[in-house]
């Protein structure tokens, strides 16, 4: 399937990251959840012309969506950066960002299952190529596995009823069977701040694409990787997400390292937060190789 570049996408906290990133100073620049784009275009319009960028997503239709745009991009995964970045020859980076959220195109097709408001198959794997998908992923656990992914990746509360339920409305094939189940272990209730489905698709997409253990992986390899004076900069949706980078962030500002360019994550301002009310829950922080 051809896939259009997506203009309507808005990258979040823009101005922010390009002031910790520094991209009017060029040499070489690595975006490693390349998403929409938005972000790599933004340094490249900042950047001067022998600035060197590079994008890595394990989603192919990302690359093809940021093919356009002037840079060396590569189909791979964050979990093993290490590996891909040795293989490609990729130059130590003087900039790196992490932008851990779903872009809006991924949450916007139904196809990819990834969204409790449009009907499609249950597939939410970042990269399609590879992988069960979510469907095939809760046929495999156990319920008090599930029950566990939905409290600590989700913070659903009620994690123990929707697991139950889950696992005893099985096979479900389809977002809108799952969102069922949900709204089926939850009483029917809905709530006016946001969906009841929330946290358990949230934490559901995470345990299928072992999200926070190649988060924790591919952020080992950034401190090693990035040159001296370097910047990286990471930007989180999700409290466990945010555990990772903070602790990995602090043990390595204490071992001498990095310095810590953020000593509390910065937020979405309220003003971008009603444009975009997806970036409503980012959190930002920064540190540069020592």
Known sequence: MKVEPNYGHVPVMLEEIMGFLRPEEGHVYWDLTLGAGG????????????????????????????GH????????????LAEVSEAE??????????????????????????????????????????????????????????????????????????ARVIKESLPINTTE????????????????????????????????????????????????LLAPGGRVVVLSFHSGEDRVVKNLFRSNARSGNLQLLTKKPLVCADAEAEINPRARSTKLRAAEKI
Not at 70 to 79: E, S
Not at 178 to 195: D, M, N, V
């Open 177 to 224: 069977q799952l969102t069922r189940a949900i709204l089926s272990a939850l009483g029917g209730k809905k709530s006016k701040k946001q969906h009841p489905a929330r946290r358990s698709f949230q934490a559901i997409r995470m345990g299928v694409n072992r999200e926070l253990e190649k988060l924790q992986s591919g952020l080992e390899d950034v401190v090693s």
């Open 89 to 162: 020859k990729w130059p130590a980076p003087s900039a790196i960002l992490m932008d851990l959220g779903l872009s809006s195109p991924q949450v916007d097709d139904p196809e990819r299952g990834f969204s409790y408001r449009n009907d499609g198959p249950l597939d939410m794997r970042m990269n399609p190529t590879v992988g069960p998908t979510a469907a095939e992923w809760l046929n495999r656990i156990t319920q008090d596995e599930l029950a566990t992914a939905l409290r600590e990746l989700g913070g659903e509360r009620f994690a123990g009823r929707i």
């Open 39 to 66: 972000h790599l275009q933004a340094y490249l319009d900042r950047a001067p012309s022998n600035t060197r960028c590079f994008g890595l997503d394990g989603d192919p239709q990302a690359l093809e969506r940021a």
């Open 69 to 80: 745009l002037n840079a060396t991009l590569i189909h791979g995964d964050l979990g093993d």
